[in-house]
């Protein structure tokens, strides 16, 4: 939806930065059309189960490396992981230079990313990206319904916290000093997304990360507190 008046670029703390209607809307159709593709079997979206029992409400699919709690991994159900495209990358180095979080001694080089399916109930519980070995920034795509994201802070799930609407085409890039702030999605506003970029209800989000793991390796990091079991991330 093109805003009335247009939201101007923010920077909501120190590391992070929102650069709202990044995407055109054939670059949104593009990436709509892709995840749909994406989340085609084998090793197409579904629903996260977590070591608890529950099971998160939204669904994902994921590209260069799977994520289950809490680890990446290269197959799923004994199928190889779809490929991170290198368009896909080389998109994710474009919104990190045109936020002003690049490192100037090294590219971004995102080898991994996880597709998440929100439909209007799906939420995402304060966490943090922790299972990534690489210190570089997260690149999050927004497509379709308005999400209200909460970003947190690095220490834990307490205030302070800042919630911001993520409409579809913004940028989020959060890196530096936030790389590890606890963020989620309190929830979907079903009906606001875009009539012309292909999705008629929900929202997607992808997000790009560095794993910082070697082609040969499996990545074990956080020991089991990556993704927290907060009772809205659950639909039991
Ligand atoms: O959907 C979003 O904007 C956030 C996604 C997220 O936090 C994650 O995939 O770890």
Same mark, same amino acid.
Not at 5 to 16: D, L, N, Q, T
Not at 157 to 172: A, K, N, V
């Given at each position: 939806?093109?805003?009335?008046?247009?939201?101007?670029?923010?920077?909501?703390?120190?590391?992070?930065?929102?650069?709202?209607?990044?995407?055109?809307?054939?670059?949104?159709?593009?990436?709509?059309?892709?995840?749909?593709?994406?989340?085609?079997?084998?090793?197409?979206?579904?629903?996260?189960?977590?070591?608890?029992?529950?099971?998160?409400?939204?669904?994902?699919?994921?590209?260069?490396?799977?994520?289950?709690?809490?680890?990446?991994?290269?197959?799923?159900?004994?199928?190889?992981?779809?490929?991170?495209?290198?368009?896909?990358?080389?998109?994710?180095?474009?919104?990190?230079?045109?936020?002003?979080?690049?490192?100037?001694?090294?590219?971004?080089?995102?080898?991994?990313?996880?597709?998440?399916?929100?439909?209007?109930?799906?939420?995402?519980?304060?966490?943090?990206?922790?299972?990534?070995?690489?210190?570089? @920034?997260?690149?999050?795509?927004?497509?379709? &319904?308005? +999400?209200?994201? %909460? =970003?947190?802070? #690095?220490?834990?799930? !307490?205030?302070?916290?800042?919630?911001?609407?993520?409409?579809?085409?913004?940028?989020?890039?959060?890196?530096?000093?936030?790389?590890?702030?606890?963020?989620?999605?309190?929830?979907?506003? @079903?009906?606001?997304?875009?009539?012309?970029? &292909?999705? +008629?209800?929900? %929202? =997607?989000?992808? #997000?790009?990360?560095? !794993?910082?793991?070697?082609?040969?390796?499996?990545?074990?990091?956080?020991?089991?507190?990556?993704?927290?079991?907060?009772?809205?991330?659950?639909?039991?």
């Amino acid at each position: 939806m093109t805003a009335l008046i247009p939201r101007p670029p923010a920077r909501p703390a120190p590391g992070v930065v929102l650069l709202p209607g990044w995407l055109d809307a054939d670059e949104q159709r593009h990436l709509v059309r892709a995840c749909r593709q994406w989340a085609r079997p084998p090793a197409g979206m579904r629903r996260t189960r977590l070591p608890g029992g529950g099971t998160m409400s939204v669904r994902t699919v994921c590209l260069g490396r799977h994520w289950e709690p809490y680890r990446y991994v290269r197959h799923v159900d004994g199928e190889p992981v779809k490929p991170l495209p290198a368009w896909l990358a080389d998109l994710g180095r474009r919104a990190v230079a045109d936020t002003g979080l690049a490192d100037t001694e090294r590219p971004y080089a995102p080898d991994l990313a996880l597709v998440n399916f929100y439909d209007a109930a799906a939420t995402m519980g304060l966490h943090q990206d922790r299972d990534e070995r690489s210190p570089a @920034p997260v690149v999050s795509l927004s497509l379709g &319904d308005t +999400a209200v994201f %909460r =970003l947190g802070n #690095t220490r834990g799930r !307490s205030r302070p916290w800042t919630d911001m609407e993520l409409e579809s085409g913004d940028l989020l890039v959060f890196g530096g000093p936030a790389r590890l702030a606890y963020h989620g999605i309190t929830r979907i506003l @079903p009906g606001t997304g875009p009539a012309d970029i &292909d999705l +008629a209800a929900g %929202r =997607l989000n992808i #997000t790009l990360r560095e !794993s910082g793991f070697s082609s040969s390796e499996d990545g074990f990091l956080s020991g089991g507190e990556g993704v927290v079991k907060t009772p809205h991330t659950l639909t039991k």
